[in-house]
């Protein structure tokens, strides 16, 4: 009698987990989502892949993560609601107030891909602009699969201006910024792996898609050790922007460095976290993840958020190739400041590593596909 009650809870509870986890067919029957609320997202990401990012790591996409931070760092447990409530499109909304920072120098043309869509989806502007990062990583080959979470309200003010750190930055001041926002050193490094797929607009003269790394459309670790590699030479800055670089080993090639990335890779705070990312794929995934999800509900209640993370594209897969030092660099040319062993990396063999500035391989940015 025991056993066959304890038959019968067990087909009751198998039935009542069905149910609860019946997915919902969303309208137009081309999605299916576990909550009617996410419907919505999986056709943003259609749109966002069709006609915005082509389903490629290019330059929109790098764009579009890049405005994920500047929008979700204006908040301030110190200054309270009042200087701004993070993750909350206050970017968008705002933009004429909040671009008056020269730190969100650049983060204009997101804006100005993105917003269109608040007229045609039925999203907050912070949903929008998180959601929009998300799907834009997902195109990098070896990114991970980013959280989302959707319901943040839209701001009703923008965040005080000064909020965004700087490259010129101090790197204590640096800290003490993140740490009133809420994030530890070592969540800051977690956040600059989005630097694997970065590059400048503002910072160089005349130049646009200045890269930080050698593989700026492939999520990967070598911006990690190119930062520590000894610099010989900086790229001509654009006015008043000098501070915002140092020297680095491949500027000849088109790379710049970050005063602050390299600060940053050398602070006894962070220099190991920063070397641990050297050719650890996996722990790089797992640490921009989690700082991602952190950041992208920055400033926000979500006990009442929905769970969409499902709408999120699954990545491409990471390129099969290890971290090593471009063709003319060594081991002989890094600028340890752990005192961990150095990850022991193979050297690319030939002429100087020739950095693409198209997608597709050319070196030519006119040419880029549009």
Known sequence: ?????????????????????????????????SHEACCVFFDLADELQKTKFDSQCGEEAHESLRLCFHDA????????????TGADGSIMLFNDTEL???ANNGVDDAIDLLSPLLQTFPVSAGD??????????????????????????????????GLVPKPEDNVNKIFARLKDAGFTPQ?????LVSHTVARSDTLIANRSAVPFDSTPFTFDSQVFLEVLLKGTKSLPP????????????????????????????????????????IND???????????????????????????????????????????????????????QSCKKPFPALKTDPGTPTTIPECIDGNTNLADCPS
């Not at 087909?11 to 309208?27: D, F, G, N, Q």
């Not at 760092?73 to 701004?84: H, Q, T, V």
């Not at 998180?130 to 839209?154: D, I, M, T």
Request: proline share 8%; aromatic share 6%; net charge negative.
């Open 187 to 191: 969540e800051l490094v977690a956040l």
């Open 238 to 277: 654009s006015a008043g922007e000098a501070p915002a670089q140092v020297p680095n080993a491949l500027a000849a090639q088109g790379e710049m460095r970050l005063q602050s990335d390299f600060a940053i890779a050398h602070d006894p705070e962070t220099a190991c976290t920063w070397q641990d990312m």
């Open 281 to 335: 794929q996996e722990l790089m995934m797992s640490s921009f993840k989690s700082a991602m999800a952190k950041l992208a509900v920055t400033g926000q209640d979500t006990y009442d958020f929905v769970d969409c993370s499902e709408a999120v594209p699954i990545p491409q897969p990471a390129v099969n190739k290890a971290t090593t030092f471009p063709a003319g660099t060594g081991p002989k040319d890094v600028q």
């Open 73 to 84: 760092i204006g908040f301030s447990k110190s200054m309270g609601p009042a200087a701004g």
């Open 128 to 161: 929008l602009i998180q959601f929009a990062g998300a799907v834009a990583v997902s195109n990098c080959p070896g990114s991970p699969r980013l959280e989302f979470l959707a319901g943040r309200p839209n701001a009703t003010h923008p965040a005080a201006l």
């Open 1 to 33: 009698m025991v056993l066959k009650l304890s038959v019968a809870l067990l087909a009751l509870a198998c039935t009542v987990s069905a149910s609860y986890y019946k997915r919902i067919t969303c309208p137009g029957g081309k999605h299916t989502a």
């Open 100 to 102: 008056m920072d020269p």
